[in-house]
C-alpha cells in the first residue's frame, strides 16, 4: 500500500503564492509520475500538473505561466509551486501518485490540501 500525504495549503490573498508539498510513501516500488489535481465545490476534479521522470510536466491551461511541479526522486516527494493566485484557484488539492511494484500498477490519492485565496 502506499500513502500519499500532502501539506502546505492554506489561506493567501490575491496575487500571492504558496508552495504545495506531497511525499509518497510505504510499498512504492518504481513511481511512474506524480501530479496535483484540485477540485472546487461543486466542479470536477481538474488536472493542475503532472511530472514524470525528473523534468516531463504537462501542466493544466489555467495554471500554465503560474504554477510549477517539481520532483525530488530521492525523497519521492512533489512540489507544486504556486504565485500569481487568483480567487478562482481556491480548492481543494489532491495529490497522485501512479508506478508498479512487484510488476502491479497502481494509482494512489492524498487526503487533499485546502487553498483557500482571499482578500
Known amino acids: 500500500q502506499v500513502q500519499v500525504v500532502e501539506s502546505g495549503g492554506g489561506l493567501v490573498q490575491p496575487g500571492g503564492s504558496l508552495r504545495l508539498s506531497c511525499a509518497a510513501s510505504g510499498m512504492i516500488g518504481s513511481i511512474n509520475a506524480m501530479g496535483w489535481y484540485r477540485q472546487a465545490p461543486g466542479k470536477q476534479r481538474e488536472l493542475v500538473a503532472t511530472i514524470r521522470g525528473g523534468s516531463s510536466t504537462n501542466y493544466g491551461d489555467s495554471v500554465k505561466g503560474r504554477f510549477t511541479i517539481s520532483r525530488d526522486n530521492a525523497k519521492n516527494t512533489v512540489y507544486l509551486q504556486m504565485s500569481s493566485l487568483k480567487p478562482e484557484d481556491t480548492a481543494v488539492y489532491f495529490c497522485?501518485?501512479?508506478?508498479?511494484?512487484?510488476?502491479?500498477?497502481?494509482?494512489?490519492w492524498g487526503q487533499g490540501t485546502q487553498v483557500t485565496v482571499s482578500s
Open positions: 497522485n501518485v501512479a508506478g508498479e511494484y512487484m510488476w502491479r500498477p497502481y494509482s494512489s
